[in-house]
T-cell receptor, first 114, second 112 residues
């Protein structure tokens, strides 16, 4: 049981390049989330999904897109990377809603945009 | 939306002493308050949570208290050990809300 896994672990992009971050969970969780973590700002929700085929915007969605084609996978895309998107990205999943159900986090992806 | 403030941002304690981290929230409808611990290079991990129908919860050396009237909750770590050194995040959520609102985090250092 691997829990929540994220690929890649590290990535360096140039401004304007695109990339996709992959999150996978093997716990049969319905809900999945993408956060970014910046110094002094805690974790901020980018997008989330309440089930296969659904996505919704979080607190800081601009510049990102997501897809949930399979229940176990949640992809985060950057179409045209900007230096402001330099951050550590975490994926999380939970069995039911964020309320009263533990969110399990992946190990993170450290992204640098030059 | 919910706004969660967390203090202090850094905390250094002597091994064996207690550590206290405090959080305040703005949305009176919030009723779920988890605490996460993040070790270096890893993702956050839930260590304890409290729901609005209780005022205190304890798990070995860790306890959380909640004051709904004042809209604040606190994490207490007693008999701190070097392995307690980490970043701690508080969060708040409302029933049937899919989202957690996190505080900015507290970096705890336990000095041997």
């Amino acid at each position: 049981n691997a829990g929540v896994t994220q690929t890649p672990k590290f990535r360096v992009l140039k401004t304007g390049q695109s990339m996709t971050l992959l999150c996978a969970q093997d716990m049969n969780h319905e809900y999945m989330y993408w956060y970014r973590q910046d110094p002094g700002m805690g974790l901020r929700l980018i997008h989330y999904s309440v089930g296969e085929g659904t996505t919704a915007k979080g607190e800081v969605p601009d510049g990102y897109n997501v897809s949930r084609l399979k229940k176990q996978n949640f992809l985060l895309g950057l179409e045209s990377a900007a230096p402001s998107q330099t951050s550590v990205y975490f994926c999380a999943s939970s069995y039911a809603s964020g309320s009263f159900d533990t969110q399990y986090f992946g190990p993170g992806t450290r992204l640098t945009v030059l | 939306g919910e706004n969660v403030e967390q203090h202090p941002s850094t905390l250094s304690v002597q091994e064996g002493d207690s550590a206290v981290i405090k959080c305040t929230y703005s949305d009176s409808a919030s009723n779920y308050f988890p605490w996460y611990k993040q070790e270096l290079g890893k993702g956050p991990q839930l260590i304890i949570d409290i729901r609005s129908n209780v005022g205190e919860k304890k798990d070995q050396r860790i306890a959380v208290t909640l004051n709904k009237t004042a809209k604040h909750f606190s994490l207490h770590i007693t008999e701190t050990q070097p392995e307690d050194s980490a970043v701690y995040f508080c969060a708040a959520s409302r029933r049937n809300d899919y989202k957690l609102s996190f505080g900015a985090g507290t970096t705890v250092t336990v000095r041997a």
